[in-house]
């Protein structure tokens, strides 16, 4: 296959899949089952809730596919540029900010709803991918299984090199494994997407998540945020052909 559009036509007819059996097929046998949404989830909106509620509303193993860009201060705080009263350093501050107790807790949420073998593609910076994240991953079934490189193109902080990266992991519930679930194989680990933050500091690119989610669900599979913040993921799904739940403290 040469293009996601070819390996998306494979995964809806396995006939036209000449890797159909191997780990690099485009055919996906893993389906989520039927989900009875309750009254107070609306698909493709922008709910204004606490992610931990939102979550609590789902029904076990019933997600493929989740994001979560946590809300944290750790290049803030712990590098302390003293940066909060100018710029995109106001604007952060100015978000309810996550402890580690919360994106745990988050996590654990995610890791309940997630269907086996379901995807969560977490992001974090610099200063937490080398710290580690394992802790948020305590008390699940999650194995971490890849990550991508975001190159934003665009100066971030820093005392010495200047952040212009952020980094995805990719995260999958247990039983781990790619034949049969993971049907999108010209993804590169690397990529570079303009994102303007004009509107929200933490935007991310909205192509690259639609490709990420198109790689591991169907077309009208739920996808869920449960901390959205610019609602870049709800615009993937809808690029997608994919249906979007989540929310966001701000809505």
């Known amino acids: 296959m040469s293009s996601i559009e070819d390996q998306t036509i494979a995964a809806a007819d396995p ?16 389906k989520a089952p039927p989900l009875e949404l309750p009254e107070a989830l609306k698909p493709n909106t922008r709910l204004k809730m606490d992610g931990k509620k939102f979550l609590s509303l789902l029904p076990e193993c019933t997600i493929p596919v989740a994001f979560l860009d946590p809300q944290y201060r750790g ?8 940066n909060e009263g100018e710029n995109r350093g106001r604007r952060r501050a ?5 402890t580690e107790t919360v994106i745990a807790q988050l996590v654990r949420g995610i890791d309940r709803v997630l269907i086996p073998s379901g995807h969560l593609f977490l992001w974090v910076d610099k200063f937490h991918l ?16 890849d990550m ?8 971030g902080m820093g005392y010495r090199t200047r952040r212009r990266a952020e980094y995805c992991i990719v995260l999958q519930k247990q039983p781990r494994k790619a034949k049969g679930v993971w049907t999108i194989h010209n993804i590169p680990d690397v990529a570079q997407e303009s994102v303007s ?18 790689a591991v ?3 009208g599979d739920y996808v ?12 993937a799904a809808l690029d997608q052909r994919r249906t979007f739940l989540g929310c966001d403290l701000n809505g």
Do not use: N
């Open 224 to 235: 869920i945020d449960p901390a959205a913040g610019s609602f870049s993921v709800l615009q």
């Open 94 to 98: 100015a978000l309810e900010q996550m």
């Open 217 to 219: 669900s169907h077309e």
């Open 75 to 82: 290049v803030l705080e712990k590098l302390s540029y003293g």
């Open 15 to 30: 006939s036209m899949d000449p890797l159909a059996g191997t780990v690099y097929s485009a055919r996906r046998t893993v």
């Open 148 to 155: 991508l490189t975001w190159d934003k193109g665009t100066f």
């Open 197 to 214: 933050q004009r509107d929200h500091p933490h935007a991310k690119p909205i192509e690259l998540q639609g490709k990420l989610l198109a």
């Open 130 to 145: 080398c710290q580690g994240v394992k802790g948020w991953l305590d008390g699940t079934s999650l194995d971490i299984v």
